[in-house]
């Protein structure tokens, strides 16, 4: 134990100075002759650590608080991204501009993942919390008095940074507050922000604001649960103390290189493909900007003694692994719902409020799903790593049944495959979370929050432009081959009467312009088509996917088990 030597002036009663020694602490005071009196001292005791807060009802009424100000920071997302054509209309902006007002808002919402733990170190998990959820409220409550686009960015802007540091909240009061016994059921009540979340406040609360109420309430619908959950927070979590002293060791660097570096990729990901990626002097320059400055930022992170990102706990196999499955689970969970959205909207020209059912059968009964897994997960004879394997093979099982989309289908067709997927995600996100959490100290909380919480953000903004893209060019491809083909053979079947004209005759509206009509018929059909395709071939690409990351978890992850209060009975080994 470190000792101190003190020493002190007989012509002064001043403070005195302290030298750590290797020994027992020793008082030196000044004698006529000079020579010092040790008197011996007790080592001075360590600072008392806060007293655990004891879990009932008033902290589980914080924690549903935090839950709800996380699920509705994914509300306003969710719910402004599906309605954007309405917000579009109603500040008259087109398609390019519009696309910026979800661009932006990912990019401070992905990027506020990243700090926001060592925020709510600084200043208190309760303070930060009722500070960003009531930011999101006011700023909700302000978007649609917007007079203009600048404004309304700008707007976006603070209001992602304020969405973006509420989600790492939910995982580190989950880990901090709940009982060992009880712990796996608060990563279920995270990975509802996974799964019921993105799914309830797509098309079924955008559908639901736009067709009976009107499109301001995308933008207010979060006021009265900001309220509820501000209060609950306020009188559920306990009161931390703030420690500014941490600004005396602030990671400015990783802060200025950080930031941009991730605001600048993620933006280059939502705007690639309407850009056309790396042919756009802007998205090659985000990019490049980006990633170098990234590169900066994570060798600060891993020398800095008190950094966002503990970089050191990739080390561990299981939170790499982890880490990367996730990632590719999000990508899984974006196709789940996205594809049936594009295919009854292009092709059966359904509304979202026609759309709203395919979500809502895989969204509700998440509710009930999440604790039936987490209470399997939570006996210790399950392995967690056979519970997540099992999910991907029945993801895997799902896409297949995708691979048989062809026009004919309707809503009904996509239940069985939402089914599948209810069982699936659960399956997938608590493995995964178990996996990152099981295996660390206390200490590491906000660390593997922030990681856990801006990789689930990134892997959205992959999602999203590597689903674009590759929607975009298998369309383009299937319609190049049959419009080939047809033209190919278009001579050869005339003496058996052409299958393409018979087919569209009866759809021909103008007689007098049959060729010009057989010619709009044809591509409309073609692209139709050509769409179901490539939804299709997405399907196909995803059972790889799962296959790979099948094949990812049997060897790479090590076992966890469950945490379990120490036993008073039991003796110590």
């Not at 001043?14 to 008082?27: G, I, K, M, S, W």
């Not at 207010?220 to 941490?246: F, Y």
Request: include cysteine; hydrophobic fraction near 50%.
């Amino acid at each position: 134990m470190g000792c101190f030597f003190k020493t002190a002036d007989t012509r002064s009663n001043d403070a005195v100075a302290r030298y750590p020694v290797d020994h027992a602490d020793t008082l030196a005071l000044s004698r006529p002759d000079g020579l010092p009196v040790p008197v011996l001292l007790q080592p001075e005791p360590p600072p008392a650590p806060p007293k655990a807060a004891v879990f009932g009802p008033r902290l589980a009424t914080g924690l549903a608080g935090v839950l709800l100000a996380v699920l509705l920071a994914g509300f306003n997302e969710h719910t402004t991204e599906a309605g954007l054509a309405d917000i579009r209309g109603a500040f008259h902006l087109g398609h390019d501009e519009g696309t910026w007002i979800t661009a932006v808002f990912e990019a401070f919402n992905i990027a506020a993942m990243a700090f926001a733990p060592w925020c709510s170190v600084t200043f208190s998990i309760r303070r930060l919390t009722i500070a960003m959820t009531g930011l999101v409220g006011v700023l909700g409550t302000a978007a649609p008095f917007m007079p203009n686009l600048s404004s309304l960015l700008l707007l976006r802007c603070v209001q992602g940074l304020a969405c973006g540091s509420l989600p790492p909240m939910l995982m580190t009061v989950a880990l901090r507050f709940l009982p060992p016994n009880i712990k796996i059921y608060g990563l279920g009540a995270y990975a509802l922000t996974a799964t019921f979340g993105p799914n309830i406040g797509g098309a079924p609360l955008a559908g639901f604001w736009f067709e009976y109420v009107g499109w301001p309430f995308l933008f207010w619908q979060i006021v009265p649960l900001c309220l509820i959950s501000m209060v609950c927070v306020a009188w559920g979590l306990p009161q931390d103390p703030i420690r500014l002293e941490r600004f005396r060791q602030f990671d400015w660097r990783g802060l200025l290189t950080g930031l941009p570096a991730i605001c600048m990729l993620v933006i280059a990901l939502e705007q690639g493909d309407r850009l056309d990626w790396f042919r756009s002097p802007l998205i090659t320059h985000l990019f490049f900007g980006g990633g170098f400055l990234f590169v900066l930022f994570i060798v600060n992170e891993w020398f800095h003694p008190v950094p966002f990102f503990r970089i050191q706990l990739l080390k561990q196999r299981n939170v790499t692994d982890a880490l990367l499955t996730l990632a590719a689970v999000l990508v899984l969970g974006a196709v789940t719902a996205e594809i049936p959205a594009v295919y009854l909207e292009e092709v059966r020209g359904y509304r979202p409020i026609q759309i709203a059912p395919v979500m809502l059968i895989l969204a509700l009964p998440q509710v009930l799903a999440l604790p039936l897994v987490s209470a399997l997960c939570n006996i210790r004879r399950v392995d967690c790593r056979h519970v997540l394997m099992a999910g991907l093979a029945i993801q895997g099982l799902s896409y297949f049944l995708g691979t048989w989309i062809d026009a004919d289908w309707v809503r009904e067709n996509f239940y069985a495959m939402q089914l599948l997927q209810v069982a699936s995600e659960p399956m997938m996100v608590i493995a995964i979370l178990m996996l990152a959490t099981m295996g660390l100290g206390p200490a590491d909380g906000p660390f593997i929050s922030g990681m856990f919480n801006m990789t689930k953000g990134v892997a959205n903004a992959i999602a999203a432009g590597v689903i674009s893209a590759l929607l975009r060019r298998r369309e383009q491809f299937h319609s190049t081959m049959l419009l080939d083909t047809y033209g190919t053979n278009h001579t050869a079947l005339q003496s058996w009467g052409d299958p393409a004209q018979a087919l569209l005759a009866p759809h021909i509206v103008d007689p007098a312009r049959l060729d010009w009509n057989m010619t709009v018929l044809l591509h409309g059909e073609a692209s139709e088509q050509a769409l179901i395709l490539a939804c299709a071939d997405i399907y196909t690409i995803m059972i790889g996917v799962c296959a790979a990351l099948f094949m990812l978890n049997l060897v790479l992850p090590q076992r966890v088990y469950p945490p379990r209060a120490p036993s008073t009975s039991a003796p110590a080994r």
